[in-house]
């Protein structure tokens, strides 16, 4: 693909949180860009506000005729799109350059040096704490997030001096052997997406073929407890991260809690970091945070600029975000969607507030994900109080016969337990009277969040 004669970029799904960093990333290097998406969002507001043309019907005549010259215009579509989508045929059936956005990631792995986050979960939260502490660094960085920094208020961020890009590696579709990583991170690698996989064993291979894919002279960083045998191949460096596992490269200790929030000790190859403190809450950052820590370390950072940028990183919307925090109730967002994420988000929160009662909000995400995983989200979700559970959200998937939320309810070891419409939700909630409220899910329940946040600030005068 030649940029040079590139001057449109069109995305098909330009709302997704992946799609929307890299259309703000052609629009800031001067491209014409436009999207069609299916509904409009917080998101898609902010794009149109910074002169992105999108459209919310799937209709080419929709499409601005800029954009049909096949000579100077690059198509990039999300796999969340359906093939028979009519606006993606159009450009696949007239000749048109149609990249995936993992593609167009990948091709600038390879332009610069690409620090590439994986893992089943943890990747959103580690990738934007490591671009946050090259960002405050001299190493400094460009980035694509999966989530928005409540640092920048915003999934991009841009460097004029820098040759450092971090960005996440999706392994959903196997996005992620698209890319050449410099510096590739391994955070998790517990079965996920089993409708593209088919089993645990076959995510495992994708993983290590993602790791084999690091460049020479490059470096892989993975958590220690993954039970993986990574390959080693001549020129790459390998080092492991924990949260406590002193036999890891990078590890912490002397962790403890400070007003609320982490201070932890960071053991490195070459040198000891007292005293780090998290600018977010939950036992689970520290563990991130180690893993950030060490990708700095590794690109350059050193650890005083670490000592200095950590406890002001603010976190990401809708990772462990608190929506209202007062003595008597709180309520925290949280985008748990894999039962390994939500166990440890419960178990977090439980850190926290050992003598409240917590009463969760779960949306599931996927039919084919719930049906793979009911048994593990029941075990997780039965580390609640209470649990008030929303129905499935199928984003791109058609329903699958006798697969419902009802599925991980009815497993659900609590007294207290209900299926609930988001339209009778509040009503719900008031009647369980929660003192710390979590809601999670990766669906519309953002939405729900919203709703719910302003109501308690009404009802509390917030």
Not at 6 to 31: E, P, T
Not at 147 to 168: C, I, M, P, R
Not at 210 to 220: D, K, N, P, R, T
Request: hydrophobic residues 40%.
């Amino acid at each position: 693909m030649d940029l040079q004669k590139i001057r449109n970029v069109y995305f098909v799904g330009i709302g997704g949180i992946g799609m929307s960093a890299l259309a703000r990333y052609f629009k800031a290097n001067g491209f014409c860009v436009a999207g069609y998406d299916r509904t409009p969002t917080i998101l898609t507001g902010e794009l149109e506000k910074e002169g992105i043309e999108i459209h919310f019907e799937d209709n080419i005549a929709s499409v601005s005729e800029e954009y049909k010259n096949v000579e100077k215009t690059l198509v990039v579509y999300t796999p969340a799109i359906p093939r028979d989508h009519g606006e993606l045929c159009f450009f696949i059936n007239n000749g048109f350059e149609v990249k995936k956005r993992s593609q167009v990631l990948g091709m600038l792995t390879r332009e610069h040096k690409g620090v590439c986050v994986a893992g089943t979960h943890g990747k959103t939260t580690i990738s934007t704490m490591v671009s946050h502490l090259l960002k405050q660094s001299s190493v400094d960085c460009s980035a694509f997030l999966g989530g928005v920094s409540q640092n920048y208020k915003t999934n991009l961020l841009t460097s004029a001096k820098s040759d450092y890009v971090v960005l996440e590696a999706d392994e959903f579709d196997r996005s992620f052997l698209q890319l050449t990583p410099f510096l590739a991170l391994v955070s998790s690698a517990d079965a996920d997406h089993l409708d593209i996989y088919g089993t645990d064993a076959s995510v495992k291979e994708s993983f290590k073929e993602f790791a084999s894919l690091v460049q020479a002279g490059g470096i892989l960083l993975t958590k220690k407890e993954i039970d993986l045998e990574f390959p080693k191949r001549e020129g790459v460096s390998v080092f492991t991260y924990s949260l406590s596992d002193a036999s890891a490269d990078f590890y912490a200790d002397n962790i403890r809690l400070e007003g609320g929030l982490y201070v932890f000790d960071l053991y490195a190859p070459e040198e000891k970091c007292c005293g780090l403190k998290l600018g977010i809450p939950a036992l689970v950052n520290v563990e991130n945070a180690v893993g950030a820590c060490a990708a700095a370390l590794l690109c350059g950072a050193t650890s005083e600029e670490l000592r200095t940028a950590l406890p002001q990183f603010k976190g990401i919307r809708r990772r462990f975000d608190y929506r209202i925090k007062t003595e008597g109730f709180v309520l925290i967002d949280d985008y748990a969607h894999h039962p390994e994420e939500i166990k440890a988000t419960v178990n977090s929160v439980r850190a926290l507030y050992p003598e409240k009662k917590i009463t969760g909000v779960f949306q599931p995400h996927l039919f084919s994900r719930t049906n793979d995983f009911h048994k593990e989200f029941a075990q997780s979700l039965s580390l609640l109080n209470e649990l008030v559970m929303l129905d499935i959200y199928p984003a791109r998937e058609l329903p699958m016969e006798g697969v419902n939320s009802d599925m991980i309810l009815g497993l659900v070891d609590l007294p207290v337990k209900k299926l609930s419409s988001k339209e009778g939700l509040f009503e719900n909630l008031e009647q369980l009277k929660p003192e710390v409220l979590l809601m999670m899910g990766a669906g519309d329940i953002d939405k729900e969040i919203d709703k719910i946040t302003q109501s308690y600030k009404e009802k509390f005068n917030l």
